[in-house]
Nanobody, 122 residues
Framework: VQLVESGGGLVQVGGSLSISCAAS????????VAWFRQAPGKEREFVVA????????YYADSVKGRFTISRDYSKNTVFLQMNSLKPEDTAVYYC????????????????WGQGTRVTVSP
């Protein structure tokens, strides 16, 4: 399956942005999906994940209460709504998908998108 992220851009501190991850086929609905991010000079870090059923979500402490993940099975798409953005949220955001991954471990995800850049200006 191919994943394509979109929706990144420049936003001011405190603002909101929604990014999405569109998959090439409906098998996407059988995968758990996560968002990771990587800031310049830093390692890729876990942000949030959603189970294949959509019933379970997992958030990094740094984004809990500000970010919301959701998925639309009819559109083969996962969304990430980001509110109250901070400068430290600046990064390239990657979508990843796999069967039964170790939620927070990047190497356990089989499919990756190319990333979308989010910049939060002070």
């Amino acid at each position: 399956v191919q994943l394509v992220e979109s929706g990144g851009g420049l936003v001011q501190v405190g603002g909101s942005l929604s990014i999405s991850c569109a998959a090439s086929d409906s098998t996407f609905g059988t995968y758990a999906v996560a968002w990771f991010r990587q800031a310049p000079g830093k390692e890729r870090e876990f942000v949030v994940a959603i189970s294949n059923s959509g019933l379970n979500t997992y958030y990094a402490d740094s984004v809990k209460g500000r970010f919301t993940i959701s998925r639309d099975y009819s559109k083969n798409t996962v969304f990430l709504q980001m509110n109250s953005l901070k400068p430290e949220d600046t990064a390239v955001y990657y979508c990843a998908a796999s069967f039964s991954p170790r939620t927070m471990i990047p190497s356990s995800y089989r499919y990756w998108g190319q990333g979308t850049r989010v910049t939060v200006s002070p």
